[in-house]
């Protein structure tokens, strides 16, 4: 499969189309964002990235912009070109039907309605196929979409900042700033091409984060905001929940406080799977928010496993979904501030109180998700199920501890500081001296005073 010969500047032009993927990386959707370059004698004549929101693919554009030129041309794609008909025809087809006369793939796709089919089908066109061009490259800029399709869970990178004397913040003082502004530019760089972001309820609580893009003409690539939040203790004050209609926020609360309630049958497997349009958790309004027909999940046997067919909310069926306004009277959502500010995030303590904080944070717009937010192994594929890709997992020490330890971290992000935080502080789940055994170092990186070891598992 794709057995052709190697030519000496397929790696350079290659090089090319992996860095033009990235340009879109966490903004396609459920799509992968992939890159294609048209190379003719040596020069290109056609580019392009997966549009934003997933469709146009990369190549129907990139053939586009080559027109006749693209005849016998080669194109490089860092991902196997697609052969069936989804919302678009397929890719390989165009490819044959602008007369390409070679194609370069960096990665096979998995995808079980493309893999080999795309290159079977250049191939039986009588076109060149040569596949595995920089595949280690081209699998690191494709890593959220293989993850997903692979493993049925979205890519895992955990970002710690960790002091001089090994802390990564202080205990009841709130947000301490361990790095300075270069390396927080940089982790809002990575906020952008990252389609969720987690924290435990104590990080919620003690630093009341925003969690959002805040980078001049990204903002609207702020990821979805996840709180591990088992009882519900979430401040209503807070500015997660002050922002939720905003940037979208899901709460992770155990499935015993959930109005259908454990006994009636809600096990760890019952989640939510009904592959909401992206819009409901989506990033920001997507410019051309797709359908999933490009989504594979909706056609995977076992995507969504472990999910139910039903959204999980405490009004499902009812008449207000989280999400919708109405539920709370306007009018008191001052008063239910006000209480959420007295419990200062404390969790309710029975029933009643439950009830309401349920009701005015989906009032508020927080989607509630109930699962056991200490089974990454369940949470993990039914946010790969609603097309979460990439998740960022940003502290605190426990929340971090538990990611590691169930073995479901694929990248780290380690940010040094030359800050002391001294007496009162909490001490990091890690150090650049204690990283699991199976991670690669992939490089060091220095922003000002802070410097940045990144890790990637190699299995
Ligand atoms: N420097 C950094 O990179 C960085 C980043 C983020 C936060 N922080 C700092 O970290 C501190 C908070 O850390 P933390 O460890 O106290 O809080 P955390 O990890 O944010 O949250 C832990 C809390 O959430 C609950 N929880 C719910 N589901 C959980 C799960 N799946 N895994 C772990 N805990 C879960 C725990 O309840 P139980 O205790 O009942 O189990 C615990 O109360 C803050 O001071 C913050 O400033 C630093």
Not at 92 to 112: F, K, M, N, Q, Y
Not at 173 to 196: K, M, P
Not at 331 to 337: C, T
Not at 403 to 420: K, M, N, S
């Amino acid at each position: 499969m794709g057995g052709g010969i190697v030519q000496p500047e397929d790696e350079r032009f290659m090089a090319a189309a992996i860095r033009l993927s990235r340009w879109h990386t966490g903004q396609t959707s459920t799509n992968p964002s992939v890159g294609c370059v048209i190379v003719r004698d040596g020069a290109i004549v056609g580019r392009a990235v997966t549009a934003l929101g997933g469709r146009p693919h990369a190549e129907p554009q990139a053939l586009a912009e080559a027109g006749e030129l693209a005849r016998g041309a080669t194109a490089y794609v860092t991902l196997e070109p697609c052969s069936h008909h989804g919302k678009t025809p397929p890719c390989a087809e165009a490819l044959i039907a602008h007369g390409v006369g070679r194609i370069v793939i960096s990665v096979t796709d998995p995808d079980v309605r493309v893999s080999g089919r795309g290159i079977a089908m250049l191939q039986a066109a009588g076109i060149e196929v040569t596949s595995g061009v920089l595949e280690e490259e081209g699998r690191q800029s494709l890593a959220g979409y293989l993850t997903r399709q692979t493993k049925n869970r979205p890519y895992v990178t955990l970002k710690l900042a960790v002091s001089a004397d090994g802390m990564i913040g202080r205990a009841g003082v709130g947000q301490v700033a361990i790095t300075g502004s270069e390396a927080r530019a940089q982790v809002q760089a990575l906020r952008a091409e990252t389609d969720a972001i987690l924290v435990g309820i104590g990080t919620a609580i003690a630093d009341d984060p925003l969690l959002t893009v805040r980078t001049p003409g990204l903002e609207a690539q702020s990821p979805v905001r996840i709180v591990l939040d088992p009882a519900l203790a979430l401040p209503l004050t807070s500015k997660l929940v002050e922002t939720a209609r905003d940037v979208p926020v899901i709460v992770v609360a155990s499935e015993e406080i959930s109005p259908l309630g454990s006994e009636e049958g809600a096990p760890p497997s019952v989640l939510p799977d009904i592959s909401p349009t992206r819009g409901e958790i989506d990033k920001g309004p997507a410019p051309s928010s797709p359908a999933s027909d490009d989504d594979v999940s909706a056609s995977r046997p076992d995507a969504g496993q472990g999910a139910s067919t039903q959204r999980i909310s405490p009004l499902v069926g009812g008449e207000v979904r989280s999400g919708e306004a109405g539920a709370i009277d306007p009018v008191n959502r001052s008063q239910l501030r006000t209480s959420g500010r007295t419990e200062g995030g404390t969790a309710p303590t029975d029933a009643t109180d439950m009830d309401s904080r349920r009701t005015a944070l989906e009032a508020a717009g927080v989607e509630i998700l109930y699962c056991n937010p200490y089974h990454p192994e369940v949470l993990l594929p039914a946010l790969a199920t609603r097309g979460i890709s990439s998740l960022l997992v940003e502290g605190g020490a426990k929340t971090a501890k538990l990611f590691l330890e169930a073995g479901f971290v694929d990248r780290i992000q380690l940010y040094q500081a030359p800050l002391v935080i001294g007496e009162g502080g909490i001490e990091s789940p890690l150090q650049a001296t204690d990283i699991p055994s199976g991670f690669a170092h992939r490089g060091t990186y220095i922003f000002g005073a802070d410097r940045l070891d990144e890790y990637e598992r190699e299995t």
